[in-house]
């Protein structure tokens, strides 16, 4: 190799003579043999002959090079790859100039960005911009000396790749589907597979619903700009003719901005159905955020008739904040859209303001914190209330050398309610003073033997006291309470502040943790809680109602084969079971599976609920994957919603199909059945296809 230098960098020399001319690329060339003719000064190559200029790479067996048009022959087979683009050529014979980037190529197969393949009768690079190629087939099935026929393929009697624009064009285009022409266009376009955003349309999603009938979203994509997009959609369906819909996004330096919408149309203006939303955020130069998500909908049925969504309300909402280490505040209003039949408009609230604010103090080993807040409840027909609120807390926490840890605490917070229209009261003002203080002592001991085991008991002494006549202050925001292991150690169970534990009780209980030396992990919590008397402010046939609360139980366990099971109960002191969840995981291989079950025994405000949730799926080998999930009314032993979905994919095609069933029945929802449909062809437009099915054929270029 070291005597071929020279000759290597004479050939060079020579083939970048006409080239530095118009400022590209210099031209290497490396071959076993170079021999040059003394006469005509022409240049032949043989034996792995390789040629670059700038990311353009070509390999042969021989190359003829013409000193006096400063053309290249290639008589033999070749490989052209494109490093800026992905590309991989390969073909029978060629004439190009000593660029790479202008000539005359027969026989042509290319793989571009490693999933569509090409094969031409002839094709023509014209510049470094296009190459064109005629009686074009294009697929991005493996196709084999077996004989195979694809699964599709497009025929075309010219095509034009723009490796600029990363796009392919194609006249009197055919898609053939197992060798059967099923389309014919005079035109057709999609982008390289590599290609994330782009103009053009979209797979288009085949549905069926025994609302509207049959129908096809057809989503057209345009890409305004790097930060900004939108989506149109026709929606045609056979039974309630056309919708359409709407998406724009934009990205923004300061936060985003996204609007969607659908709309049918109608002969009059007054039965156009349809809704819209607004979402995104901005924060400005002072760090202060703002955020919004709005919705309007026509009508109370229209975003279940057409398979959007199934609330019962609609929240729309605007909002600031501000947040640092020490301190935050955050102001909000809200507004609630009901879908409820039973439930008026007039009498649902909107809230204006919702504000916060919250700093924090670090005093030696002590945490305390100041707070503020107003919260405005407002009727059009019904009780208006606004409630201010100022407090404060401090939490300090001691270790002591053998591992015990002490923590005290203490809140006060003072409230100010104005009441107005109440149907039972009327118009009112009440002032109010919450407290607590408590201790909180917690001893973990940690055993090691077959693997790691920690055991904690934990108790909290907490009184609290409240100064309310909670006869005149309305209660809008306490009125659910959960009781479980996550809030066995907390000082107020109640979601708000409309309502406050108090009285003096004690929280006591039991946590433990393992993890063997195979890898299992093991987790439970027991504990209760213990009042002096039954005046705590929940009702007495609930959890935590009376002297003592039922008793937390709940377990985990992670195992390294996939299976995890967690649950917990609330049982009585007779030990019946006030409450259960159950959720059962398993992870192997190609299946997953997922099963929760939760009920609730019935109260003297309360029905009783069981419900039961599953979700499974299985890889049944590379290309099929099936998935179902439902949800079963466990009381009246009925299906609530029940859906599944089956997948095939390939290297070159991807079909989806899914069914679902909505068995639910109300004044805004019926019993629904909806089916879906979409086919995407892997390297037209659809991204790539999975690692697992990027196979090629030995012959195959780029193989």
Known sequence: MPRLAPIVVA???????PVHAQNAAPVGVLADRMYVDATTGDLRAEGDVTITQGTTTLQTDVLVYNSTDGTLSIPGPLRLIDGADDTVLVADFAELDASLQAGVISGARSLIDGELQLAAGTAQRVGERYTVLNRVVASSCSICDTGETPIWQLRATRAVRDAEEQRLHYENVKLDVFGVPVLYLPYFSHPDAGVERTTGLLTPLFTSSSVYGTGVKLPYFVALAPDRDTTITPFLTTGDGILFEAQYRQAFTQGYL???????????LSDWRGFSTARGNWTFANRVRASFAFTQISDDRFLADYGYSSPDRIESNFGLSYYEEDHFWEAETVYFQTLRATEAQSTVPYILPDADYRRRFTMGDMQAELSGSILSYSRQNGRDVTRVTVGGQVDRTYITGPGLVLRAFAEANADYYVTQDDPVFGSDDQARLRSLAGIELRYPFILRGEGSHIIEPIVQLVRGDDTADLSRIANEDSSLVEFDETSLFSTNRFAGADRFESGTYANVGLRYESRTRTGM???????????SDSNSGFAANTPLGGEDSDYVVSFGVDTPSGLS???SVLASDEFNIEQTELDVGYTHGDLNVDVTYAQLERTATDPARAQLIAAAGYNFDENW??????RRDMEVDEFVSASGRLRWENECIRVGFSVSRNFAQSANITGETSFGLNIELVGVGSGRAAERHRERCAETPGS
């Open 565 to 567: 099971v967690s649950g």
């Open 11 to 17: 050939a060079s020399i020579a083939l970048a003579a």
């Open 258 to 268: 996204e609007l969607n919408g659908s709309v049918r149309p109608s002969d009059d």
């Open 625 to 630: 994957r099936g998935e179902i999930d439902f």
């Open 521 to 531: 992990l093991l987790s439970g919590t027991l504990g209760r809680v213990f009042r």
